[in-house]
C-alpha cells in the first residue's frame, strides 16, 4: 500500500483504515471471528484502526486489544470519545472531568498505555472548547495520546477549535472524520478546504452511505434484512437516496466495476481526503473491500458521478451525521409567543 502522512503529525496511514464499530453486540459478538477479521486487514496492509468507546458499550474497543497483542506498536490505533456510556449525565461529552475518566478506561479496554489518535466524537455545544482542548494537551503531554482530531465538526467549529488552540497554546485538532460519499458530498462545500488549509488528515466514515452504496438496497424491492435497516428505516428506503443508486449502478456496470468499488474509489479520488474507513461486519465484506482497493476512477466516470449527484450535495438528511441544536431544537428558532405577539 502507498501509506500517506495523517495531516502534519508525520504519522503514516494506509489509505483505508479498518472501523471496528460492527465488532460487539451492536453487530458481531463473535470475538474470535472479529479478531480474525482484524488480522486479516492488517495482513492486507491496512496499519490504522479506528474505534469509539460508545462502540458496544466499550466491547468494541476491547475486542481491538485482544488483536492487538503483539502488534500494537505497528498500528497507528485511534479511538473516541463523546457518546455516552452509563446513565450518569457526566458519563459523556468532552469536559475535562470525563475525558480524563474516559481515556483511562479506554486505555485499559485496549490493553495498550498510548491512544495515536484520540477523537472527540461529535461537537459539544454545551462545553468550552478550550476546556477540552485544554484537557486533551494534558493527555499529550502525560503520554497517554499522541496526536488529537475531531469527528464530525462543522467548519466553522473546526476553525474555532484550530483558533483557540493557538491563542491559547494548546495542542490542536489534526485531523477530522467526516461522513462522506458519492450520497454524502456536502463537505466538499467547506469542511474538506478548511482541513486543507489547517493541514488536516481526513479520515472519512461511510464511504458506503450506510450500506446504500452496496447495491443490496434498490427502488421498489423488499427491504433487506440489516443492521442499518432496522435503526434507519427511513434513511435506507428514502426515495432520494434510491433514486440515485438506480442511476449509479448502470454507471458502475458500464465502467466494469461493482457499485461497492466505484463508490470506494471514487471517496480516494479527492485530494482532501486521507483515508477511507472501512466498516466490515464478516470476513467476506472485507474480502470485497479490499479486491477493490486499487481501482482508480477516470475522469469521465467522476463526471458522470458529478451529474447524478452535483459536488457538495447530500442527497438525502444522514441520520448518523451531526445536527446542530439550532437546527434540532425549535425554541431556538422560535421567539417566545409574548413577544411574537407584542411585534
Known sequence: MQYRSLGKTGIKVSPYCLGAMMFGSLANADHDD????????LDAGINVIDTADRYSSGESEEIVGKALKGRRDKIVLATKVYGPMGDDPNQQGTSRRWIMQAVDASLRRLQTDHIDLYQIHRPAPDTDIEETLSALTDLMRAGKVRAIGSSTFPASEIVEAQWVAERRSLARFRSEQPPY??????????????????????MVWSPLSKGMLTGRYRKGAPMPDSIRAKYMPKQMSDARNLEA???????AAEAGLSLTHMAMAFVMAHPGVTSAILGPRTMPQLDDLLAGAEIRLSDDILDRIDQIVPPGTDVAPNAAAYIPPAILRPDLRRRPLAERSAA
Do not use: T
Request: glycine content about 8%; proline content about 5%; aromatic content about 2%.
Open 245 to 251: 443508486v438506480e442511476q449509479l449502478i448502470p454507471l
Open 181 to 202: 460519499s458519492i450520497l454524502d458530498r456536502g463537505i466538499e462545500r467547506e469542511v474538506l478546504p478548511v482541513c486543507e488549509r489547517y493541514g488536516m488528515g481526513v
Open 34 to 41: 472479529c479478531i480474525r477479521i482484524i488480522h486479516k486487514a
